[in-house]
T-cell receptor
Framework: QKEVEQNSGPLSVPEGAIASLNCTYSDRGSQSFFWYRQYSGKSPELIMSIYSNGDKEDGRFTAQLNKASQYVSLLIRDSQPSDSATYLCAQMPGGFKTIFGAGTRLFVKA | NAGVMQNPRHLVRRRGQEARLRCSPMKGHSHVYWYRQLPEEGLKFMVYLQKENIIDESGMPKERFSAEFPKEGPSILRIQQVVRGDSAAYFC?????????????FGDGTRLSIL
């Protein structure tokens, strides 16, 4: 079983809609979770971090963490074409090592 | 630019040659991580270094690959006798500290192509 699993997509949503990206992880000891955005040919860019159960909002982005279900998600409200990218879910089981999922490709149609 | 700096951005090598990839962390960061990304795949951890020390190299192939982070200068990822399968994007990331919740900030990567 992969340590961090994401649906590869592509996920296609119309402009203005809510995009919902999901991620499951296998290590129950994980304490830190991150969402990175990666445009094609570019480096990953940190957009959200979450450490405790519940929701965390930052602008149009909301991260949700459910440790009991080993599930973390990212909601993007009012999706824009510029949000089209690959979104990488990452966990930090402990210490320093960060484990990434393979990413979900998002397309926002104008 | 105070971000993570990697060079070169693109590197072309023939099979059997050596590839050297450089990474200068963000100002104030003393922890460096190297990742490899194959097309359509996620980032795979290779090695974690702190100044002059390799902390974890569990993701790095045992042969041909080595990494260092000297007291002065950038971190270097070295690949000897490159093969076609080494073609990938290599990303460096840095963090200020290690431990719970320390996010990593990435450089723009080096795209390595093996002819």
């Amino acid at each position: 079983q992969k340590e961090v699993e994401q649906n590869s997509g592509p996920l296609s949503v119309p402009e203005g809609a809510i995009a919902s990206l999901n991620c499951t992880y296998s290590d129950r000891g994980s304490q830190s979770f991150f969402w990175y955005r990666q445009y094609s040919g570019k480096s990953p860019e940190l957009i959200m971090s979450i450490y405790s159960n519940g929701d965390k909002e930052d602008g149009r982005f909301t991260a949700q963490l459910n440790k009991a279900s080993q599930y973390v998600s990212l909601l993007i409200r009012d999706s824009q074409p510029s949000d089209s990218a690959t979104y990488l879910c990452a966990q930090m089981p402990g210490g320093f090592k960060t484990i990434f999922g393979a990413g979900t490709r998002l397309f926002v149609k104008a | 630019n105070a971000g993570v700096m990697q060079n070169p951005r693109h590197l072309v090598r023939r099979r059997g040659q050596e590839a050297r990839l450089r990474c200068s962390p963000m100002k104030g960061h003393s922890h460096v991580y190297w990742y490899r990304q194959l097309p359509e795949e996620g980032l795979k951890f290779m090695v974690y270094l702190q100044k002059e020390n390799i902390i974890d190299e569990s993701g790095m192939p045992k042969e041909r690959f080595s990494a260092e982070f000297p007291k002065e200068g950038p971190s270097i990822l070295r690949i000897q006798q490159v093969v076609r399968g080494d073609s990938a994007a290599y990303f460096c990331a840095s963090s200020r500290d290690r431990g719970h919740g320390q996010p990593q900030h990435f450089g723009d990567g080096t795209r390595l192509s093996i002819l």
